[in-house]
């Protein structure tokens, strides 16, 4: 294997009302109505021109509070083993996550986001837009997810939120 | 702005066709039909397990041959400078790159995967499950790519790629 590191350097952080880790909605369709921001750098601001034009955007950011990483995990929607790779949980090989949040509106370097499920005080390391030609893809099969009933989902989604926003 | 530094190990590494950043396929959907490989480390393999599931995976890798970033770039679709973060382009304040892949079929630490638009060589961050649950998300707004006719896209899209493929 690379002993190779690669290093990034925070563009922003993440502010949102999810201060405990354990009561994170798990992806942003269960984070539904929660707001929250992406602050960036000042000195990135000039990049988030033309990024207003997109409904919604992917963050990449820093797992910062991450437990040790495991291969094998039971996922947060299933009481069942599975392959770390196969899930979106937290405690990866490198800890890095992956949001699809709706990008409510930009006031200079602030952009104000719905569906917030990552953690306040998370350093984001990218921005892409999210455009339907490239991400909105016809899966043909969706693994074990195909086997959480939607019910299920959404009442393990939420998790400890009970509703309510900021910005 | 925070000066602390995320540090990231290849967990793996990118085989394609594509030994040119110059002739790349811009996105999977230009990339129809290009065959490559994700060879994963052979020490992250057990967290593979469970995701031949899923038909379409999320690689995130490392633009290791990006040049220095800018803020304002022209993307290759279209001639007009856009913000950075508005587009794909690898040459950001993070060379972190983002695609979805079809994956063909998993062998051991091996993932056959069409669609393949990332340089051969190129160091692999992450694997995450692409869910239609999570991910396939109604845009209401594409941003300048609305701009982008179809036929330009598929052109200019495909680039140096002239079609044959490899496992």
Redesign the interface.
Known sequence: ???????????G?IRSDHVSAQEIPI???YAKGCKGRAIV????E???????????I?L?Y?FHQAESPK??VKPFLQDVE???????TPC???A?G?S?LELVRREGNVLHLDGMDILDGT?L??????????????????????EVDEET?RLRGRRGYRGGSSS
């Not at 294997?1 to 563009?11: G, L, Q, R, V, Y």
């Not at 000039?46 to 409904?55: A, I, K, P, Q």
């Not at 599975?82 to 979106?88: A, D, H, L, N, V």
């Open positions: 294997m690379s002993e190779f590191a690669i290093t990034f350097k925070p563009i952080v992806q942003p369709n750098f000042l000195e990135f000039e990049g988030l021109r033309d990024l207003d034009g997109f409904s919604h992917y990449i820093h291969l094998i599975r392959g770390i790779f196969s899930t979106r990866r090989p490198n890095i992956l699809v350093p390391i990218d921005i892409k837009p999210y455009t339907a030609k490239f991400d909105r893809i016809e899966t043909s099969r969706n693994g074990w997810q195909d989902a």
